[in-house]
């Protein structure tokens, strides 16, 4: 594949946590990786929380275990337009990114992350509750991943 080369995933369909923290991919959000080969990924993903504690986390994952792994993530509240939580790391393996929201309604995760493929494999999007409640945490659908092979 050809360096600049982007490909784009895009969620069809609601994706819905309910009592549980235990990140999961997400349905059609997986990169097919070579070994070597380094990915700018970078992730707008809306979510809706019903409920005022399961807030959300996510994760970017590799099958295999990543050469370099830069990542900065950042959780927006759009119901007071603030952001709740930035992080960043500077890993070799990925960390899970999440904070709980004490309000009902719409948010939003933004990443941007570089990761170096140590062995071909996948990339996967992983999503999970940052704390198990009956309300349902949703990725809603239109989230996308937009990921470019850079030198």
């Not at 309000?103 to 170096?116: F, P």
Request: hydrophobic residues 55%; proline residues 3%; negative net charge.
């Amino acid at each position: 594949m050809a360096l600049g080369i982007k490909q784009f995933f895009a969620l069809a369909a609601n994706f819905a946590v309910t009592t549980n923290t235990t990140l999961a991919n997400v349905t059609g959000m997986s990169l097919t990786v070579a070994a070597a080969q380094k990915w700018n990924i970078r992730c707008f993903l809306p979510f809706l929380v019903a409920g005022t504690a399961p807030g959300a986390k996510v994760n970017l994952t590799p099958s295999a275990a990543a050469t370099s792994y830069v990542a900065s993530w950042l959780m927006w509240d759009l119901t007071t337009g603030t952001p709740v939580l930035f992080a960043g790391n500077t890993v070799v393996a990925s960390t899970a990114f999440g904070a709980t929201l004490n309000v009902t309604g719409d948010h939003l995760i933004e990443v941007n992350a570089t990761i170096v493929a140590s062995a071909a494999g996948t990339i996967d999007l992983q999503y999970a509750q940052n704390v198990s409640d009956a309300a349902a945490s949703t990725l809603i659908a239109g989230a996308f991943m937009e990921c470019t092979l850079i030198p």
